[in-house]
């Protein structure tokens, strides 16, 4: 493929069209979100209640670059959606000045040697405030092809995102199946009981040695489970005594249990050791299944439960007790009924698992892609 070093300002003519601001009329301001996920539009405002920034008119197929988040990839192309929106001063709107394909443009800007070019070229030394103007913008140079070689690479690279898409989309939709499961089989049940009568507090104390390895783990928030630190001496903690975990155990963080840091322990952590920050839990398996606790655990409402548990703000906020997580009234169906929907939640989980792996190999191939697009590999 040949290309020719070329002046963007040669090829993109900057567009402003003043906004004659009406107090008393809504406008609907654009953003562009970061690593080219495109533009998106905020709430209707009423003329009064913009900023003092200078506000522009908008048009479809034009490139649109933040000027402060360009170096992070805020910059996409205008559609018919954008007809009617407003950007402030700091969205520059280019039109097209000559033979130049503006998808083709924004792919360029969206890989590595693009975004690196914007780095190079946006001052700044704070690193969520380099600023790109609009002489260094419009003098940089980039290596374009002729127009019909922009419009293959850009329609390639279209097929490319277009399967991306509707991955995440179907992504969307198990989501979304996910929250209508707990909705049925959780927030309408009909047994609720304190999650006392599921669980009873089970501490395995140790005393700590100096001269001991203990392998350390942590619960991550949101319902997310167990993960390990790593291995710490008796004399690297301040704690004169550390809680051992055990496989099928419940495990909550009392600093951190309103952002949803509690957890079942898996096999693999049968063993490890907490802070005594940690309460841990066996269950009353006359009464539960730790399986379906599990997914409890994952269930944002049951998140929301422990939040209002703990008063107060930031740091002031209060431990979350195991008495008070106890207290907590939850879905508590029979044993068969708890069966049932860890079953259905398992398979779920699976499928999220697979998709979240699935998701880190598409954001691969759209770098890799983008990358090989504009090294002549496609």
């Known amino acids: 493929m040949s290309v020719k070093q070329t ?217 997310r489970g167990i993960f390990g630190r790593g291995p710490i001496l008796g004399n690297e903690t301040s704690y004169k005594k550390l809680h051992r975990i055990h496989a099928g155990s419940l495990v909550m963080s009392r600093l951190k249990a309103f952002e949803g840091a509690i957890g079942v322990v898996p096999d693999e952590f049968d063993g490890w050791f907490l802070s005594p920050e940690f309460p841990t839990f066996a269950v009353r398996e006359d009464r539960a299944i730790m399986n379906y606790i599990k997914h409890l655990c994952s269930w944002p409402d049951f998140w929301g439960m422990l939040q209002g548990e703990s008063k107060g703000l930031g740091a002031r906020r209060e431990r979350v007790s195991a008495n008070r997580l106890l207290s907590i009234r939850v879905p508590l169906p029979n044993l068969d009924e708890q069966r049932i929907i860890a079953i259905k939640f398992d398979r779920l989980a699976r499928i999220e698992k697979i998709g979240r792996h699935q998701e880190e190999i598409l954001k691969a191939l759209k770098a890799s892609s983008l990358n090989a697009a504009f090294n002549n590999q496609i």
């Not at 103007?133 to 419009?151: C, V």
Request: charged share 25%; proline share 4%; hydrophobic share 35%.
């Open 7 to 223: 002046t963007l300002g040669s090829v993109l003519k900057l567009e402003r069209i003043p906004l004659e601001i009406d107090l008393e009329s809504e406008y609907v301001q654009i953003g562009i979100r970061s690593f080219g996920k495109g533009i998106f539009h905020r709430l209707p405002v009423k003329g009064e209640d913009l900023s003092r920034l200078r506000y522009f008119k908008l048009r479809p197929n034009r490139l649109i670059v933040s000027n402060i988040m360009a170096w992070e990839g805020a910059i996409a192309v205008s559609g018919d959606a954008e007809k009617d929106c407003v950007g402030s001063s700091r969205f520059l709107s280019y039109a097209p000045a000559g033979e130049i394909d503006l998808s083709y443009i924004n792919y360029f800007f969206q890989s590595e040697a693009g975004r690196t070019l914007i780095k190079g070229t946006s001052t700044g030394t704070v690193l969520r405030n380099q600023t790109l103007s609009i002489k260094n913008f419009e003098s940089m140079r980039i290596p374009l092809p002729n127009l019909d070689e922009q419009r293959r690479v850009a329609g390639r690279l279209d097929a490319v995102f277009s399967r991306i898409d509707d991955f995440r989309q179907n992504r969307s939709r198990s989501t979304i199946a996910r929250e209508q499961l707990f909705g049925s089989y959780l927030r309408d049940s009909p047994n609720w009981a304190p999650l006392g009568d599921a669980l009873i507090s089970e501490i395995d104390g140790v005393d700590v040695s100096p001269d001991e390895t203990y392998r350390i783990a942590g619960v991550f928030g949101r319902g």
